[in-house]
């Protein structure tokens, strides 16, 4: 579309107006009947306790000295843990300030959490600053938070009208300009703008929706709205026709969670006019959630992922709104606590809160199973008499959005537990996103449930890739069968081929076999399996991942061809925290020119 045909379009807006969030009601109407509504009942008393937690205590300083802790060690956590409880604070008391507003300390303490925002030394993290982090590159940069805060500060200044000071709401416009709009116009392109990954759904997203809630100047917002329809166009390009998101269901929320929540406010705005909910890919994406969760909670959490998600229930019953029949409203116990989101994001705050309907949602997730070619994703939801059990597996390339090295890895759950894991994301620091990113057991192969191979690895890159030989579901089993060869960088590798047959019976179980051709004989083969579970050898030929009280799952092999070890490991987890997990590495006796080696594991 082109900028005066942008422009058009723009000057025949309704004014920003934030009672079109409200299906049905108004923006005064919900929050004077919030408090009383039953179905937002626990996510209100998780606010107020949040508040009691926080009115004791002063707000945290953004230091210089927590600032260089990134350039001087490469961790992250320092500064970022008193960036986002800035954030909690200010989130929770516009909340209660627009819940309560016969409370004046609520409205006060807001007031104060406002000002402290807007004299930051910068909305960006320091992990996020390209080049170094001089005053003047910081000032010209735009980060994911960086955006997110101006959005979060014009939807404030929204909600809180003429309550708020009108010097206040004045900085606050003036800091959006000088922090996002002007740079965004004046400084890019930045790289961001022609991702496609979460980037550019959440940094574009983030300023059309400020710009859209904020700025008066048709002119000056169509050419704002270009660019970031632009980035939007680039973001979906990201997604395969299947709807996928590489980047695990985690970035799913995020990224495509901004592009929602723009996308909404441009519908808004235009009277429907603008509207990307009528292009079918984003139909498809929206269904990636209710896909994606294979058990309960537990997800297939490949890439940088987390296995257990909890769901943002008001963009799920936005989408299921808008997709009426299409996408599932999700399990309400799956609902995300308000302080779960350790960044504190205003934005789904806030619609988790005025977009979440009453009466909606089911007891557990219906059985389930997707073949997703683009991405080349198996993804199994079993429910028997035994309970629900799940089954993930994945092809692709090792070239993608927060990539590991993971062609051929599955994941196996039964019951709320995971007995054939994914190590998912480790601990965000600067090595992570650097060269070494592959020396992590959680990013490299060998932290995943695919064979080494004379003691090498998967490799990193577009052309280490999986063909998909063959792909079915059906009611009675599942199948997958890949081609790994291009996977290695192994030259008298021939041939490897991996077949996973998942059999949907009460107690299910799954058939894998990999079947190999080599130019020669290889020095050494081993099947690599990974686990969280502490394994136990029951005899020659059977080792058991157990279960939590009883039952469990039982490896079964042929001890001839293979010898088991069981080494143990320690991952850093995404939240810093120490993890335990153990590899079952099963080694080829004789390794030959050719070689087949089968394995069983069947929930007991």
Same mark, same amino acid.
């Given at each position: !579309?082109?900028?005066?045909?942008?422009?058009?379009?723009?000057?025949?807006?309704? =004014?920003?107006?934030?009672?079109?969030?409200?299906?049905?009601?108004?923006?005064?109407?919900?929050?004077?009947?919030?408090?009383?509504?039953?179905?937002?009942?626990?996510?209100?008393?998780?606010?107020?306790?949040?508040?009691?937690?926080?009115?004791?205590?002063?707000?945290?300083?953004?230091?210089?000295?927590?600032?260089?802790?990134?350039?001087?060690?490469?961790?992250?956590?320092?500064?970022?843990? /008193?960036?986002?409880?800035?954030?909690?604070? &200010?989130?929770?008391?516009?909340?209660?300030?627009?819940?309560?507003?016969?409370?004046?300390?609520?409205?006060?303490?807001?007031?104060? !959490?406002?000002?402290?925002?807007?004299?930051?030394?910068?909305?960006?993290?320091?992990?996020?600053?390209?080049?170094?982090?001089?005053?003047?590159?910081?000032?010209?940069?735009?980060?994911?938070?960086?955006?997110?805060?101006?959005?979060?500060?014009?939807?404030?200044?929204?909600?809180?009208?003429?309550?708020?000071?009108?010097?206040?709401?004045?900085?606050?416009?003036?800091?959006?300009?000088?922090?996002?709009?002007?740079?965004? #116009?004046?400084?890019?392109?930045?790289?961001?703008?022609?991702?496609?990954?979460?980037?550019?759904?959440?940094?574009?997203?983030?300023?059309?929706?400020?710009?859209?809630?904020?700025?008066?100047?048709?002119?000056? &917002?169509?050419?704002?709205?270009?660019?970031?329809?632009?980035? #939007? $166009?680039?973001?979906?390009?990201?997604?395969?026709?299947?709807?996928?998101?590489?980047?695990?269901?985690?970035?799913?929320?995020?990224?495509?969670?901004?592009?929602?929540?723009?996308?909404?406010?441009?519908?808004?705005?235009?009277?429907?006019?603008?509207?990307?909910?009528?292009?079918?890919?984003?139909?498809?994406?929206?269904?990636?959630?209710?896909?994606?969760?294979?058990?309960?909670?537990?997800?297939?959490?490949?890439?940088?992922?987390?296995?257990?998600?909890?769901?943002? #229930?008001?963009?799920?019953?936005?989408?299921?709104?808008?997709?009426?029949?299409?996408?599932?409203?999700?399990?309400?116990?799956?609902?995300?606590?308000?302080?779960?989101?350790?960044?504190?994001?205003?934005?789904?705050?806030?619609?988790?809160?005025?977009?979440?309907?009453?009466?909606?949602?089911?007891? @557990?997730? =219906?059985?389930?199973?997707?073949?997703?070619?683009?991405?080349?994703?198996?993804?199994?939801?079993?429910?028997?008499?035994?309970?629900?059990?799940?089954?993930?597996?994945?092809?692709?390339?090792?070239?993608?959005?927060?990539?590991?090295?993971?062609?051929?890895?599955?994941?196996?759950?039964?019951?709320?537990?995971?007995?054939?894991?994914?190590?998912?994301?480790?601990?965000?620091?600067?090595?992570?996103?650097?060269?070494?990113?592959?020396?992590? @057991?959680?990013?490299?192969?060998?932290?995943?449930?695919?064979? /080494?191979?004379?003691?090498?690895?998967?490799?990193?890159?577009?052309?280490?890739?999986?063909?998909?030989?063959?792909?079915?579901?059906?009611?009675?089993?599942?199948? &997958?069968?890949?081609?790994?060869?291009?996977?290695?960088?192994?030259?008298?590798?021939?041939?490897?081929?991996?077949?996973?047959?998942? $059999?949907?019976?009460?107690?299910?179980?799954?058939?894998?076999?990999?079947?190999?051709?080599?130019?020669?004989?290889?020095?050494?083969?081993?099947?690599?399996?990974?686990?969280?579970?502490?394994?136990?050898?029951?005899?020659?030929?059977?080792?058991?991942?157990?279960?939590?009280?009883?039952?469990?799952?039982?490896?079964?092999?042929?001890?001839?061809?293979?010898?088991?070890?069981?080494?143990? $490991? #320690?991952? $850093?987890?995404?939240?810093?925290?120490?993890?335990?997990?153990?590899?079952?590495?099963?080694?080829?006796?004789?390794?030959?020119?050719?070689?087949?080696?089968?394995?069983?594991?069947?929930?007991?």
């Amino acid at each position: !579309m082109s900028k005066q045909e942008l422009f058009e379009r723009v000057i025949q807006f309704k =004014p920003a107006d934030l009672d079109c969030y409200y299906p049905g009601s108004s923006q005064e109407t919900f929050w004077r009947t919030a408090a009383s509504a039953g179905h937002l009942e626990q996510d209100i008393a998780e606010i107020r306790a949040e508040g009691e937690r926080l009115g004791s205590q002063p707000i945290p300083e953004l230091t210089p000295e927590l600032f260089s802790v990134f350039a001087r060690t490469g961790s992250r956590l320092e500064y970022e843990r /008193v960036y986002f409880e800035r954030r909690r604070r &200010l989130n929770t008391y516009v909340f209660l300030a627009l819940l309560e507003p016969d409370n004046a300390q609520h409205l006060q303490y807001a007031e104060e !959490m406002l000002l402290a925002v807007c004299g930051e030394y910068t909305w960006c993290l320091p992990a996020h600053v390209p080049g170094g982090h001089e005053a003047a590159e910081i000032n010209r940069y735009i980060d994911l938070f960086s955006a997110e805060t101006g959005f979060t500060l014009s939807e404030i200044s929204q909600l809180l009208g003429e309550r708020l000071p009108l010097q206040l709401r004045l900085r606050i416009r003036q800091e959006t300009e000088d922090r996002l709009f002007r740079p965004f #116009m004046e400084q890019g392109p930045y790289e961001w703008e022609t991702a496609r990954h979460n980037w550019a759904a959440v940094c574009a997203g983030s300023i059309g929706a400020a710009a859209l809630l904020s700025v008066e100047d048709p002119q000056v &917002l169509a050419e704002i709205l270009q660019k970031t329809e632009s980035s #939007m $166009h680039c973001y979906l390009e990201g997604f395969g026709d299947d709807g996928a998101c590489l980047e695990g269901l985690g970035y799913w929320n995020y990224g495509f969670g901004y592009f929602t929540y723009y996308s909404d406010l441009l519908r808004c705005r235009s009277a429907g006019d603008l509207d990307w909910f009528k292009v079918p890919k984003v139909q498809r994406i929206a269904r990636f959630q209710q896909q994606c969760f294979i058990d309960g909670s537990l997800t297939a959490n490949f890439s940088d992922s987390l296995p257990r998600v909890r769901v943002h #229930m008001g963009l799920s019953h936005y989408l299921a709104g808008v997709y009426p029949g299409d996408v599932e409203c999700p399990p309400a116990e799956l609902r995300a606590p308000y302080t779960e989101d350790h960044c504190s994001r205003f934005a789904p705050a806030l619609r988790n809160l005025i977009w979440k309907q009453p009466g909606t949602g089911q007891k @557990d997730w =219906p059985a389930a199973s997707a073949y997703l070619p683009d991405a080349a994703w198996l993804l199994s939801r079993h429910v028997s008499p035994a309970g629900t059990f799940g089954f993930a597996a994945k092809g692709g390339h090792n070239d993608e959005p927060h990539n590991h090295n993971d062609l051929g890895q599955f994941i196996l759950t039964g019951r709320g537990k995971v007995y054939a894991a994914d190590l998912g994301s480790g601990e965000y620091t600067a090595g992570y996103f650097g060269d070494g990113r592959y020396e992590y @057991d959680c990013n490299g192969s060998q932290g995943h449930s695919v064979p /080494v191979i004379n003691g090498r690895y998967q490799q990193a890159g577009r052309e280490f890739s999986a063909a998909v030989v063959h792909a079915a579901t059906d009611g009675a089993a599942d199948e &997958l069968t890949l081609e790994l060869t291009a996977a290695y960088e192994a030259e008298d590798l021939q041939s490897l081929t991996r077949t996973l047959v998942w $059999h949907k019976e009460e107690l299910p179980r799954l058939e894998l076999i990999d079947n190999y051709r080599y130019a020669g004989v290889p020095e050494s083969w081993t099947e690599r399996f990974i686990t969280w579970r502490q394994p136990e050898v029951l005899s020659p030929g059977a080792v058991l991942l157990p279960g939590q009280d009883g039952g469990g799952v039982q490896v079964t092999y042929d001890p001839a061809a293979v010898e088991l070890q069981i080494n143990e $490991h #320690m991952n $850093h987890g995404h939240f810093g925290q120490k993890q335990v997990w153990h590899s079952l590495d099963f080694q080829a006796v004789r390794p030959g020119s050719e070689g087949s080696y089968a394995f069983t594991f069947q929930f007991i």
